[in-house]
């Protein structure tokens, strides 16, 4: 049984940075692409990040290029979140993500929903 744990949440002020991490669990994590996603109140799940099983290929949301760096870390079957400049609009709950049969490429493409979600940790940046 495959299980996420986010931790890494928090209250920070704008322009704040944050590091959210991803402890995975019940499967070879080294295998499989790792996704991150965020969900603000009253709007639709959304696409962050994605990372491919090797860390080579990386993919980001417009919306967070240049100040969101996604990373892993195979020998701790753990992925990372590096959230810097952070905004206000960046204020969501945020989850990890993996499946068997998505590259991380196909993580971003809209309508793609991985399998294994994390319960989520929550990101609040006041201005």
């Known amino acids: 049984q495959v299980q996420l744990v986010e931790s890494g949440g928090g209250l920070v002020q704008a322009g704040g940075s944050l590091r959210l991490s991803c402890a995975a669990s019940g499967r070879t994590f080294s295998s499989y692409a790792m996704g991150w996603f965020r969900q603000a109140p009253g709007k639709e799940r959304e696409f962050v990040a994605a990372?491919?099983?090797?860390?080579?290929?990386?993919y980001y949301a417009d919306s967070v290029k240049g100040r969101f760096t996604i990373s892993r870390d195979n020998a701790k079957n753990t992925v990372y979140l590096q959230m810097n400049s952070l905004k206000p609009e960046d204020t969501a709950v945020y989850s990890c993500a993996e499946d068997p049969w998505l590259t991380a490429q196909a993580m971003g493409v809209r309508g793609r929903v991985p399998t294994f979600w994390g319960q989520g940790t929550q990101v609040t940046v006041s201005s």
């Open positions: 990372i491919s099983s090797s860390g080579i290929s990386t």
